[in-house]
């Protein structure tokens, strides 16, 4: 247990409202993620963060914004939900020593936009 | 782009058997190689790293093996139990990145 926590775990939502995941960690960990996961496609990088103010953009970014503004929490917005952003969101922390990098997750927020 | 791929995606086994999970990778310039479970409805829990210097890594039932060159790795569990029925993930890293496989769900029939 890597000590992330995420909020809301459950959401419901209407397409065209905006809405704010959390994740945040108590361990200070650098770097940060958020992941999508989807039935047929597996886990995808929506955004990840390296450090304070400092994020950069995954495999499936669009429509998504993020910010870190404390080490300890990462939040990814949807600006305009759509029925397509119904998934499951995964937020994970990775630790690091060289090129040792191991990842953990957090327990995941299922959103549903209708 | 790295592409990960693990067959099968279902996998059913009699308790008690010994079986092998198989994630292969396209790119061979990995920094690690990670396992995961991941039960329905839950996140993912990580059971084994690998780092691209070493060939495996043991934890209580479970091996992991990692072939760089041929971009392979393997998970072997041993005695299986219903308890280990979940999903499998791998994951490899490159640079600051996950590159996930889809999963194999395996089902331990009592």
Redesign the interface.
Known sequence: DAGITQSPRHKVTETGTPVTLRCHQTENHR?M?WYRQDP????R?IH?S?GVKDT?K?EVSDGYSVSRSKTEDFLLTLESATSSQTSVY?C?I?RREG??????????TRLTVL | KQEVTQIPAALSVPEGENLVLNCSFTDSAIYNLQWFRQDPGKGLTSLLLIQSSQREQTSGRLNASLDKSSGRSTLYIAASQPGDSATYLCAVTSGNQFYFGTGTSLTVIP
């Open positions: 770097y993620y047929g496609h597996g886990l990088l990840y390296y950069d995954g995964f994970a990775s090129t040792y990098n191991e990842q953990f997750f957090g327990p995941g």
